[in-house]
């Protein structure tokens, strides 16, 4: 799932490139994508592109006084056309959700990879009408350290839990909660009342600082290639740590896993995994 640093990267290389020109034409591939009917989405054609922004891990395409809100779910992400096609698009096949056609002749996709079909679009007046924006927490990269101290107070949860609740903080998911946990050795499962919260937010700005570095002058198609690249402990379950040489572990859930290092993270325990432990008995 894209989170924080990734849509910034869209942010930054969508910005110079559409902001200024005209929406002529939209293509729907996957009608479940489109979240609104009213404005309908036709409302766009026509329309000058007044800004790219950012809210937690969603894209917002601004109009002036209208927003089109996209969301990407786990498999979703956004592909750029200098040329964008214009032949027919043909409904339900495939992961195309919606394609924009540019003045310019450029345009871009939101498509989504997979059977789930969970990316989201909408076109709203007012951007707070998409509960993911009305809900969602002040931003990882914004939080300042008496919001995030009672943030963590105020939790016994555990402190991955935490860190994903896009209504607690906004914009870190699966992969930079591991990332994150890694770098302040903390273990996934410390409840977040006993964490040092100066400590990891420290950690957060500096892990999710150098990731957005690292994406940003990036085109689409690059930024996930480079991501994974960038990640230490999420996604590398029995390979070695690069920090304490130990092997790094995951604990599996239904639909996804974390991974973490015990060397650095759970003074060498491993995590107990139900469904490993299920498969063991
Ligand atoms: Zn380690």
Not at 97 to 123: C, P, Q, Y
Request: aromatic share 4%; charged share 25%; net charge negative.
């Amino acid at each position: 799932m894209p989170e924080l640093p990734e849509v910034d990267a869209l942010v930054h290389f969508m910005g110079p490139r559409i902001v200024g020109d005209f929406i002529t034409r939209t293509d729907i591939g996957e009608l479940s994508i489109l979240k609104t009917a009213d404005p309908p989405l036709e409302a766009i054609s026509g329309l000058e592109i007044s800004g790219v922004s950012r809210v937690g891990k969603a894209l917002l395409i601004e109009f002036d006084g209208l927003d089109l809100v996209c969301r990407f779910a786990r498999a979703g992400w956004l592909i750029w056309h200098e040329q964008v096609p214009t032949g027919p698009v043909r409904m339900g096949k495939g992961p195309l959700g919606l394609r924009i056609h540019l003045a310019s002749g450029a345009g871009f996709d939101i498509s989504e990879a997979g059977t789930k079909k969970n990316a989201s679009v909408s076109l709203v007046d007012d951007r707070t009408e998409v509960p993911a924006i009305a809900n969602a927490g002040p931003d990882a990269l914004s939080i300042d350290d008496d919001q995030f101290a009672a943030l963590l107070a105020d939790s016994s949860s555990r402190i991955k839990t935490v860190l994903e609740e896009q209504q607690l903080i906004a914009g870190i998911g699966n992969a930079y909660s591991d990332e994150i946990l890694h770098t302040a050795k903390l273990s996934p499962f410390t409840p977040a009342n006993r964490v040092d919260a100066e400590a990891l937010l420290e950690v957060i700005r500096g892990v999710l600082g150098a990731a957005r570095e690292a994406l940003n002058d990036l085109p689409p198609a690059k930024v996930k290639t480079v991501k994974k690249r960038g990640l230490r402990v999420h996604g590398r379950t029995g390979q070695t740590c690069p920090v304490c040489g130990s092997t790094i572990a995951e604990v599996s859930y239904a639909d996804k896993s974390l991974q973490y290092c015990p060397g650095c993270q759970t003074g060498g325990k491993k995590l107990s995994d139900r469904r490993m432990d299920r498969l063991l008995k």
